[in-house]
């Protein structure tokens, strides 16, 4: 087995971020495997091809960081609700270095959570992206969350409401289940602890019983990480590529 060339243990938990736009550039074309090109080539849109390329060249790169593998050498395979796991066989590697990760973008910016803790989940939600937050916040908070949405000041309401829609993506990304699943939005709640801080509230039969959280406002998005039965006090890692 390939050595790491920059090992993270369990207690440590590195959030990379990245500027999409500075990353798609140039793409060495045997960086990406015939099913990635085939995804590539379904996309119409130039934009969203800029995304995907940027998305995985920055995953690429920066797995390598921890792994003695070349960007090129990278695989992975998809799980039942559409999230990507690595093949470690099929990327050239007889044993699992245990590492874990998650990819998330919004607009141009990457954010890619990297650890050997547990299952995580990463998601980042723009503040400059407009949608109807008040009708979607009846649809995917708690009463509990609404409650605490309306006793907010009216010009912090909206930047609260994708602080929380960031914490339950990131908590189904972990679980490697979609939006429509058993777990629908709406059944996670968050409470507040403080005007910065939110505390995950299980439902009754949640399938995990600690949940590790971490987020950060960044260049106008929420951030948000989970890590799943985690029973330890990690330190999160703020990197930019």
């Known amino acids: 087995m390939n050595k790491a060339a920059n090992t993270v243990d369990r207690n440590r938990v590195d959030i990379w971020l990245c500027q999409s736009v500075q990353t798609a550039h140039i793409v060495p074309s045997e960086w990406l495997s015939n099913e990635e090109l085939t995804r590539l080539n379904r996309y119409r849109s130039t934009v969203k091809q800029q995304q995907f390329l940027a998305a995985r060249v920055f995953l690429k790169k920066t797995?390598?960081?921890y792994v003695s593998l070349k960007p090129s050498q990278w695989q992975f395979a998809i799980g039942q609700y559409g999230k990507p796991v690595i093949d470690w066989c099929a990327s050239g590697?007889?044993?699992?270095?245990q590492l874990s990760f998650?990819?998330?973008h919004s607009s141009d910016c990457l954010a890619l959570l990297v650890t050997q803790q547990n299952p995580v989940g990463i998601d980042?939600?723009?503040l400059s992206r407009p949608r109807p937050w008040p009708k979607l916040a009846k649809r995917v908070c708690t009463d509990q969350e609404q409650r605490d949405l309306a006793r907010l000041p009216e010009a912090q309401q909206f930047s609260h409401f994708i602080k929380l829609w960031a914490h339950k993506e990131a908590v189904l990304k972990a679980m490697g289940l979609g939006i429509n699943s058993q777990w629908p939005m709406n059944s996670l709640g968050f409470g507040l602890i403080n005007t910065e801080e939110l505390c995950f509230m299980p439902p009754a039969n949640f399938p995990h019983s600690h949940i590790n959280l971490y987020s950060i406002l960044l260049h106008g998005a929420w951030c948000a990480s989970a890590i799943l039965d985690c029973t330890?006090?990690?330190?999160w890692n703020?990197?930019?590529d």
């Open 63 to 65: 797995l390598s960081y």
């Open 93 to 97: 590697l007889l044993e699992d270095p």
């Open 102 to 104: 998650n990819l998330s």
């Open 124 to 126: 980042v939600e723009s």
């Open 232 to 235: 330890d006090s990690v330190t």
């Open 238 to 240: 703020i990197k930019r």
